[in-house]
Nanobody, 120 residues
């Protein structure tokens, strides 16, 4: 069994910070790209940020300068440091990763999501 599990969501006031974690478990050879998405009520899932296996990061314009993605390959974990949070950041946040489980098997895995609520 391989899976991604997010943690760290919660309620925070506008301007506050939150750090999300997403840990992959199971028999995994390696992890390629890792990404964070979010989905607000009534809206389509939105890509937030991603990090390649080489450490290259990219961010949606809406979070640039406020969010930071990082990864710890030794722990098979990706993090999302969220600063200067805004009510518009309220959403369920999902991590996703391309998991290499064998020499011939790579698949996109999704976490179950963690709720982030930013109050005004």
């Amino acid at each position: 069994q391989v899976q991604l599990v997010e943690s760290g969501g919660g309620l925070v006031q506008a301007g506050g910070s939150l750090r999300l974690s997403c840990a992959a478990s199971g028999s995994i050879f390696s992890i390629n790209a890792m990404d964070w998405y979010r989905q607000a009520p009534g809206k389509q899932r939105e890509w937030v940020t991603g990090i390649t296996s080489g450490g290259t990061t990219n961010y949606a314009d809406s979070v640039k300068g406020r969010f930071t993605i990082s990864r710890d390959n030794a722990k098979n974990t990706v993090y999302l440091q969220m600063n200067s949070l805004k009510p518009e950041d309220t959403a369920v946040y999902y991590c996703a990763a391309d998991l290499v489980v064998s020499g011939t098997s790579v698949f996109r895995s999704w976490g179950q999501g963690t709720q982030v609520t930013v109050s005004s």
